[in-house]
């Protein structure tokens, strides 16, 4: 039977870890992610939290509380960062994001637009970090949220407003000499416009429109089909004047600009102007039956 929560979501992953499994091999790096797994499990029950899933190198857990969640991701990450400083053991790091809301549970898993807020924070962390959304910081202690700074906003899918992201800061050395809290609103840069284009529809994000969402599903905003291309592959969106590529896929995205320079984005984002062509799943040469076009314009 299903039952509402309301629960904080903790996504917490191995950073690299495809690159691990290339230059250390399957078995030293499969043995790696899973010590990282078994501390990320072991931290979220110290701290009265559920294991909902492990999905390769992640682990989805909740709390009943920000506190308790807050416990759990600073043991994770202090315990694998001490880990990885032993002589036999490989450098490894992992990011953390957070989102306290509403959920549903079914059994043993938990759905709902706070669950995709939970992995949005997730994938804008970076190595050694914890993110957390606005609305979980309002949850937190007087003394919790000193530990705390805005340092982003963020559009979250099935979300009208943008998402104020906050570092939880869980290193005392970094605690200590924190900057002040920014705002945001004030320091928007003039909007520009980034023309999509695929085959013979174009969308542009702007102030107006800001994201397009990329991928198989006839829902996408932009339908591409392909074998190595997710559902909901990537997303294009527009925070204070630039604009973003998110990926959400199994296999990646790759941006290639006019000077034949090639960044590839998997599960992570990275910033797209001038012009060039957005590759889902394999990078795409301009002309190319599956490569979006984009282009920025004043």
Not at 67 to 73: K, L
Not at 167 to 176: Q, V
Not at 229 to 245: P, T
Not at 249 to 262: C, K, M, Q
Request: hydrophobic share 40%; net charge negative.
């Amino acid at each position: 039977m299903a039952k509402d929560l309301e629960v904080a979501i903790v996504f917490a992953d191995v950073v690299g870890s495809t690159q691990l499994y290339d230059k250390f091999g399957d078995t030293k790096a499969s043995e790696t992610v899973a010590l990282c797994l078994d501390t990320m499990k072991d931290a979220t029950h110290q701290y009265n939290g559920t294991v909902i899933k492990t999905i390769g190198d992640e682990v989805m857990s909740t709390f009943p509380t920000v506190e308790e969640a807050m416990g759990a991701a600073v043991m994770m990450q202090s315990r694998i960062s001490a880990d990885t400083k032993q002589e036999d053991r490989i450098t490894v790091s992992i990011r953390i994001g957070c989102h306290y809301g509403p959920v549903v549970q079914e059994q043993y898993d938990i759905f709902g637009a706070a669950v995709h807020t939970a992995n949005r924070m997730s994938s804008q962390a970076k190595a050694r970090q914890i993110v957390i959304s606005g609305g979980t910081v309002d949850q937190m202690s007087r003394e919790l949220k000193k530990q705390t700074r805005q340092i982003d906003i963020a559009t979250v899918r099935g979300k009208l407003d943008e998402v104020a992201l906050y570092e939880f800061l869980w290193n005392p050395e970094e605690a200590t000499s924190m900057l002040p809290t920014i705002e945001w609103e004030n320091q928007k840069r003039k909007a520009a416009k980034l023309k999509l284009s695929f085959r013979d529809q174009t969308i542009e994000v702007s102030d107006r429109r800001k994201n397009v969402i990329m991928g198989r599903a006839e829902d996408n905003d932009l339908v591409v089909k392909g074998n190595l291309i997710s559902r909901i592959h990537a997303k294009v969106e527009m925070r204070r004047g630039k604009f973003m590529l998110v990926d959400q896929s199994t296999n990646g995205t790759f941006v290639l600009n006019l000077l034949g320079e090639e960044t590839f984005v998997r599960r992570d984002s990275t910033e797209i102007s001038g012009e060039g062509t957005i590759g889902l799943g394999r990078a795409e040469e301009p002309g190319a039956s599956l490569a979006i076009h984009f282009k920025s314009v004043e």
